[in-house]
T-cell receptor, first 114, second 111 residues
């Protein structure tokens, strides 16, 4: 009974390729997030959706495009991958958008761009 | 802006007590979270403090002082499995549940 799941777990690809990461939560939460954790382990928010609406959009290259087909799913598409995109990408969800809501993280997708 | 500081690394001995500090600066305060992250795994929620004082949860306790912009995580009766990174995070004061994370404190527990 995985609460927040992501696929794939590992992704190795060449520079210039386009790839997608998928996330699903079965917690009934309204809000979902994408985070990037770089090699220094610094966890930084990229995007957030609430009920399929984009509410947080950090300063991220427009090669990154999130999509939320419904409130249980949030995907991340990355165009023209670059070496600097290598990182672990975590999906998370929370019940609502309130700052007091706990966020629950998925297992992460380890992306390596060669 | 918002800023979070925590020590980069700490070491401790099995069975001991360790305190991991976190200082923060934020224009508005909406609570403080502690997460645990084992190597290669996802962050998992440990605690949330919004009022001053100590909150105890088994071997782990978390303390908050809003006037000092300070929190700590106290781990008692340390076990080897407590070796992990501990992340301090505060919600962005501008709204929504945008968490700002500190760089994390990597704790190594030795026998």
């Amino acid at each position: 009974d995985t609460a927040v799941s992501q696929t794939p777990k590992y992704l190795v690809t060449q520079m210039g390729n386009d790839k997608s990461i998928k996330c699903e939560q079965n917690l009934g939460h309204d809000t979902m997030y994408w985070y990037k954790q770089d090699s220094k382990k610094f966890l930084k928010i990229m995007f957030s959706y609430n009920n399929k609406e984009l509410i947080i959009n950090e300063t991220v290259p427009n090669r990154f495009s999130p999509k939320s087909p419904d409130k249980a799913h949030l995907n991340l598409h990355i165009n023209s991958l670059e070496l600097g995109d290598s990182a672990v990408y975590f999906c998370a969800s929370s019940l609502r958008t309130s700052g007091q809501e706990t966020q629950y993280f998925g297992p992460g997708t380890r992306l390596l761009v060669l | 802006g918002q800023n979070i500081d925590q020590p980069t690394e700490m070491t401790a001995t099995e069975g001991a007590i360790v305190q991991i500090n976190c200082t923060y600066q934020t224009s508005g305060f909406n609570g403080l979270f502690w997460y645990q992250q084992h190597a290669g795994e996802a962050p998992t929620f440990l605690s949330y403090n919004v009022l001053d004082g100590l909150e105890e949860k088994g071997r782990f306790s978390s303390f908050l002082s809003r006037s000092k912009g300070y929190s700590y995580l106290l781990l008692k009766e340390l076990q080897m499995k407590d070796s992990a990174s501990y992340l301090c995070a505060v919600p962005f004061s501008g709204g929504y549940n945008k968490l700002i994370f500190g760089a994390g404190t990597r704790l190594a527990v030795h026998p």
